[in-house]
């Protein structure tokens, strides 16, 4: 291994009397692409732990393992004191761990109300139809609690907005009694307007107390203004692991920086090039 790999740094398991999920040395293979080599993390009850990290770092594969859509190699995991090996996503969402992945799995032609209860609708009993009126109802009440504002809920979601769409589906989540909700890039492709709605809504979350958030974001802005905490993912491991206030833009932009000169220099020291001190674009925050 080329010597300025030595610099690397990879944080260790911590823990705390408040975790509700606990990761231990997770790595995660495809065939011979490695995803995940040593990641652990830790979220606290009721915390917002901002999750970062270069197109191709592991950081999705880290979601989707914690979800049940995938299996680790090898490490552990612990949801609420207990062992956490998740069979699959609905085991995962029946033990409280729930998410939204970036195709946000709403059906276009059906209603804000039917995609609310996607899966899980109300049903009359002992004949099996659909109970709409309870539905709506439960969906308006649901949406209000944490301060969506969506006029009607009986238009197809394919003519709302990508904020409010991106809102419908942390709303199903949350009112699905999720403890652990995990966001995929939940701003993605979205404007100022709507990703200040999106934020709002997290902030509601956090203030509530009800529900762990672990989010994937590129914008260092969003990260400081909505997490309470920041996990760095470089290379298939957690690099960085530090509260937000204690943290700042230019910080978290130069560690990712000289993660692409370290990069850089390995791959000129593996080709046998000289080594460049070319100082590499500031990612974009």
């Not at 949801?79 to 059906?107: C, H, I, M, W």
């Not at 659909?130 to 003519?159: F, H, S, T, W, Y």
């Not at 978290?252 to 460049?276: D, F, K």
Request: aromatic content about 4%.
């Amino acid at each position: 291994m080329p010597e300025a790999a030595a610099t690397e740094t990879i944080v260790a398991p911590k823990t705390d009397p408040a975790d509700v999920l606990r990761v231990e040395h997770v790595s995660k293979r495809f065939g011979p692409v490695t995803a995940l080599r040593d990641v652990s993390l830790h979220l606290r009850k009721g915390e917002v732990l901002g999750l970062l990290g270069d197109n191709g770092a592991g950081k999705s594969t880290l979601i989707k393992i914690l979800s049940g859509f995938h299996h680790a190699d090898a490490g552990t995991m612990w949801l609420k004191g207990e062992t956490y090996t998740p069979r699959n996503v609905q085991d995962a969402r029946s033990r409280g761990v729930d998410t939204v992945f970036q195709d946000l799995a709403l059906v276009d032609e059906l209603s804000v109300y039917h995609n609310l209860f996607l899966n899980r609708e109300r049903v009359y009993r002992p004949v099996p139809l659909l109970a709409n009126r309870a539905m709506r109802r439960q969906a308006r009440k649901a949406l209000d609690e944490i301060g969506i504002n969506i006029p009607r809920l009986d238009v197809p979601v394919a003519r709302l907005s990508g904020g409010q769409r991106q809102a419908i589906a942390v709303a199903r989540t949350v009112s699905g009694d999720a403890d652990v909700l995990l966001l995929d890039e939940p701003l993605a492709a979205m404007g100022a307007k709507e990703g200040a709605m999106i934020l709002e809504l997290i902030e509601r979350l956090k203030r509530e107390g009800r529900v762990s958030i672990i989010m994937i974001l590129h914008n260092y802005v969003h990260v400081l203004a909505a997490c309470d905490r920041v996990n760095l993912i470089q290379d298939g491991v957690i690099s960085l692991d530090k509260p937000t206030a204690e943290t700042s833009v230019e910080e978290l932009t130069e560690i990712v920086v000289e993660e692409y000169r370290r990069a850089r220099l390995e791959a000129n020291l593996r080709n046998g090039a000289p080594a460049s001190s070319d100082r590499p674009a500031t990612p974009a925050t």
